[in-house]
């Protein structure tokens, strides 16, 4: 069974520290998606990024990074100087590929609610 | 300007009186979802239609309902709402080649049953 679990509930930090949330999961295909959202108070779900199982080189954007390590199934995403703007629920998700045509199902874990304070 | 837009954002509906949510997209995706997610837990998926065709979630409750009249807009009914159907529903969208690809969330719609 897939399934994707994202042990820290809550963190929260003082403005320009880095935090790294933790995304652990568990799937028997060997072709697979792993995907960041960032969920704001506003509620819609804000697409961060997509990795795929055969790319495991780790990702930066901004103050954002993504460590991807198929040995220990995991996939960290880590602000560099936090921001009260970076505040919100953020999901890790995995999706299987499914070649039929239809697409694969998000399987979310249950969200890292970040806090960041002044 | 938004892609996907969700109508109305706030819904109050009694104890079994039905509720419609609609989805409206401009990105021409084939894919459109619904995803229930209830306070502090992750989106669930609902069902989805690729093109006309209906995916129902094995769990997915029959007192959910789903239309996609055209490829823009996509339906959600509840027929007999429940307490335990209070959520945030969201509609999303995805391009549909084949491969997984990156889902576009609209805003959602509070439903709360009274």
């Known amino acids: 069974a897939q399934k994707v679990t994202q042990a820290q509930t809550e963190i929260s930090v003082v403005e320009k520290e880095d935090v790294t949330l933790d995304c652990v999961y568990e799937t028997r295909d060997t072709t697979y998606y792993l995907f960041w959202y960032k969920q704001p108070p506003s509620g819609e779900l804000v697409f961060l990024i997509r990795r795929n199982s055969f790319d495991e080189q780790n990702e930066i954007s901004g103050r954002y990074s993504w460590n991807f390590q198929k040995s220990t199934s995991s996939f960290n995403f880590t602000i560099t100087a936090s921001q009260v703007v970076d505040s919100a629920v953020y999901f890790c998700?995995?999706?299987?590929?499914?070649?039929?045509?239809?697409?694969?199902?998000?399987?979310f874990g249950k969200g890292t609610k970040l806090s960041v304070k002044p | 300007d938004a892609m996907v837009i969700q109508n109305p954002r706030y819904q109050v509906t009694q104890f079994g009186k039905p509720v419609t949510l609609s989805c409206s997209q401009t990105l021409n995706h084939n894919v459109m979802y619904w995803y229930q997610q209830k306070s502090s837990q992750a989106p669930k998926l609902l069902f989805h239609y690729y093109d006309k065709d209906f995916n129902n979630e094995a769990d997915t409750p029959d007192n959910f309902q789903s239309r996609r009249p055209n490829t823009s807009f996509c339906f959600l009914d509840i027929r007999s709402p429940g307490l335990g159907d209070a959520a945030m529903y969201l509609c999303?969208?995805?391009?549909?080649?084949?491969?997984?690809?990156?889902?576009?969330f609209g805003e959602g719609s509070r439903l709360t049953v009274l």
């Open positions: 998700a995995l999706s299987e590929v499914n070649y039929g045509g239809s697409q694969g199902n998000l399987i």
């Open positions: 999303a969208t995805s391009s549909g080649t084949g491969v997984t690809g990156e889902l576009f």
